[in-house]
């Protein structure tokens, strides 16, 4: 270790962005010490048990083939081999038990895509065509083309590009639900092309895996204890209150219990919402940190419903356009940990959450349960819900509405000693897992390069 890597590091933040950037401190011999707001950590893909020793997790989550840091971290903690793929389908449910599908070839791209577009049965030809259309400059645009379109929402550009409005409604609606909890028309267009570009362009890149077991004990504890191993600290139940910020530079970190925290560097793995309550106010005078406040956060509800019996016979992820649950798993049938001796137990994406936040637990869990019905009217005649359970996250992931891709801001910060690490920081995943793990990497690399400059 060298005199120069021998620093103290402060991680605000034990979701997968700040557990990821200790990692990579403590690999390249940093003093880190990571401190966490919560009992627990994982932030948005945290889970913890019930009384009857059943997961409870905060959200549904799914691993993409186009991820790579995320795999690449994984495979050093030994940890890659839990997540199982799943049959390279995208299958749609809608009421009265009709659904259809988009399944991929093993073809170079883009010929992979050819029967999703024109076995599907749901579609008719002008649609299909419609589609065929868009998919030309989702596949082929630039980074710039991506760029330009984010001034405009996903449903105007949908439109002025001609594709059908059942198309919005029924296969674009669920998906931008399932990206990002709300309607095409809320998030910039940007994103969806970006997103749908990446999936179309390479042939496994939409292909899905589902962890084997909990995120907590195939993920987050693990990387936890790697740290700890290696001498990092990780500190739960202990929220930051505010940054202190003196002679142009960070000078330390105010608990909400009022100990005052001192380290060389900072580093912010915080929600956006978060973020700007630690913030000094006097930091806004830079245009860098003021549009950070140019963010929110997308409110998000998760059901998980226990049943008496199988009610979908599906291991995979399904979606659908109808009723309030775009997305959605059996995880009996797809986590070998949550099987539940052939029953099922459903999580569910409840969204966009805005307007039905009022809704109390049992309607939540009743509207979901009569969904599943309408979507499975066969396979669920004679179910019951056993037991359920609703988690509410008021601001979740950052809503990437037109115009805020451009203020997403870099991991390095114009303060010398403080960086950060997030979904909502700039790298190519946006709030995701991969997003998270990314901005890691990208704000533990930046720190030790400011080191390097001393
Ligand atoms: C319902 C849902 C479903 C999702 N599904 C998927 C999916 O299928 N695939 C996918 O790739 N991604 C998915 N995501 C997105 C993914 O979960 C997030 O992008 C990722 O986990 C964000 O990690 P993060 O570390 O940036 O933030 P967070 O996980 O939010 O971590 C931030 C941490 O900071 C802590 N904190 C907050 N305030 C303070 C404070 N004052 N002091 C100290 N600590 C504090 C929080 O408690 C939290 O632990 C989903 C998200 C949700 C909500």
């Given at each position: 270790?060298?005199?120069?890597?021998?620093?103290?590091?402060?991680?605000?933040?034990?979701?997968?962005?700040?557990?990821?950037?200790?990692?990579?401190?403590?690999?390249?011999?940093?003093?880190?010490?990571?401190?966490?707001?919560?009992?627990?950590?994982?932030?948005?893909?945290?889970?913890?048990?019930?009384?009857?020793?059943?997961?409870?997790?905060?959200?549904?989550?799914?691993?993409?083939?186009?991820?790579?840091?995320?795999?690449?971290?994984?495979?050093?903690?030994?940890?890659?081999?839990?997540?199982?793929?799943?049959?390279?389908?995208?299958?749609?449910?809608?009421?009265?038990?009709?659904?259809?599908?988009?399944?991929?070839?093993?073809?170079?791209?883009?010929?992979?895509?050819?029967?999703?577009?024109?076995?599907?049965?749901?579609?008719?030809?002008?649609?299909?065509?419609?589609?065929?259309?868009?998919?030309?400059?989702?596949?082929?645009?630039?980074?710039?083309?991506?760029?330009?379109?984010?001034?405009k929402s996903y449903s105007e550009w949908h439109k002025e590009f001609?594709i059908?409005q059942?198309?919005l409604k029924?296969?674009f609606l669920?998906?931008s639900?399932?990206?990002?909890?709300?309607p095409p028309e809320e998030l910039?267009a940007?994103?969806v092309?970006?997103?749908?570009?990446?999936?179309?362009?390479?042939?496994?890149?939409?292909?899905?895996?589902?962890?084997?077991?909990?995120?907590?004990?195939?993920?987050?504890?693990?990387?936890?204890?790697?740290?700890?191993?290696?001498?990092?600290?990780?500190?739960?139940?202990?929220?930051?209150?505010?940054?202190?910020?003196?002679?142009?530079?960070?000078?330390?970190?105010?608990?909400?219990?009022?100990?005052?925290?001192?380290?060389?560097?900072?580093?912010?793995?915080?929600?956006?919402?978060?973020?700007?309550?630690?913030?000094?106010?006097?930091?806004?005078?830079?245009?860098?940190?003021?549009?950070?406040?140019?963010?929110?956060?997308?409110?998000?509800?998760?059901?998980?419903?226990?049943?008496?019996?199988?009610?979908?016979?599906?291991?995979?992820?399904?979606?659908?356009?109808?009723?309030?649950?775009?997305?959605?798993?059996?995880?009996?049938?797809?986590?070998?940990?949550?099987?539940?001796?052939?029953?099922?137990?459903?999580?569910?994406?409840?969204?966009?959450?805005?307007?039905?936040?009022?809704?109390?637990?049992?309607?939540?869990?009743?509207?979901?349960?009569?969904?599943?019905?309408?979507?499975?009217?066969?396979?669920?005649?004679?179910?019951?819900?056993?037991?359920?359970?609703?988690?509410?996250?008021?601001?979740?992931?950052?809503?990437?509405?037109?115009?805020?891709?451009?203020?997403?801001?870099?991991?390095?910060?114009?303060?010398?000693?403080?960086?950060?690490?997030?979904?909502?920081?700039?790298?190519?995943?946006?709030?995701?897992?991969?997003?998270?793990?990314?901005?890691?990497?990208?704000?533990?690399?930046?720190?030790?390069?400011?080191?390097?400059?001393?």
């Amino acid at each position: 270790m060298s005199k120069k890597t021998a620093s103290s590091v402060i991680v605000i933040g034990g979701g997968l962005a700040g557990l990821t950037a200790a990692k990579r401190l403590i690999d390249s011999g940093f003093n880190v010490s990571l401190y966490e707001g919560r009992k627990l950590l994982g932030g948005k893909i945290s889970a913890w048990q019930d009384k009857d020793n059943d997961w409870v997790e905060s959200g549904l989550h799914v691993f993409f083939g186009a991820y790579e840091e995320i795999y690449e971290l994984m495979k050093e903690l030994n940890l890659y081999q839990e997540i199982l793929w799943k049959e390279h389908v995208l299958t749609y449910t809608l009421d009265q038990g009709i659904g259809f599908e988009f399944r991929t070839i093993k073809l170079p791209s883009p010929f992979h895509l050819l029967p999703a577009v024109f076995q599907n049965q749901y579609f008719g030809w002008v649609e299909k065509f419609s589609l065929a259309r868009a998919l030309y400059p989702m596949l082929f645009g630039s980074d710039d083309y991506f760029r330009s379109q984010d001034i405009k929402s996903y449903s105007e550009w949908h439109k002025e590009f001609g594709i059908s409005q059942k198309m919005l409604k029924k296969m674009f609606l669920p998906m931008s639900l399932a990206l990002k909890f709300l309607p095409p028309e809320e998030l910039s267009a940007k994103i969806v092309l970006d997103v749908s570009g990446t999936f179309l362009r390479t042939p496994t890149a939409s292909k899905m895996g589902f962890l084997s077991g909990s995120p907590a004990e195939k993920l987050t504890n693990p990387l936890a204890k790697y740290i700890t191993d290696k001498g990092g600290k990780i500190y739960l139940n202990s929220p930051i209150e505010k940054l202190i910020f003196e002679s142009g530079e960070i000078k330390g970190a105010l608990l909400k219990n009022g100990e005052t925290l001192k380290a060389d560097y900072y580093l912010l793995a915080l929600p956006i919402h978060k973020l700007q309550e630690v913030l000094p106010e006097r930091l806004r005078e830079e245009s860098f940190f003021n549009n950070l406040y140019e963010f929110e956060g997308v409110p998000v509800i998760t059901a998980q419903l226990w049943f008496n019996q199988q009610v979908t016979g599906v291991n995979n992820i399904l979606f659908s356009p109808d009723g309030v649950i775009p997305v959605y798993a059996d995880l009996g049938n797809t986590t070998p940990d949550y099987s539940c001796q052939g029953k099922s137990r459903v999580e569910a994406v409840v969204a966009p959450a805005r307007h039905i936040w009022d809704w109390d637990d049992k309607k939540i869990v009743l509207e979901v349960f009569n969904n599943i019905q309408s979507y499975f009217p066969k396979r669920s005649t004679g179910a019951k819900v056993i037991k359920s359970t609703v988690v509410r996250i008021p601001k979740s992931v950052y809503w990437p509405k037109p115009g805020v891709d451009k203020l997403r801001p870099t991991q390095k910060t114009p303060i010398k000693n403080l960086f950060l690490a997030g979904g909502y920081t700039e790298q190519r995943f946006y709030d995701s897992m991969e997003g998270a793990v990314s901005s890691g990497n990208r704000a533990a690399k930046a720190l030790m390069e400011r080191v390097l400059e001393k």
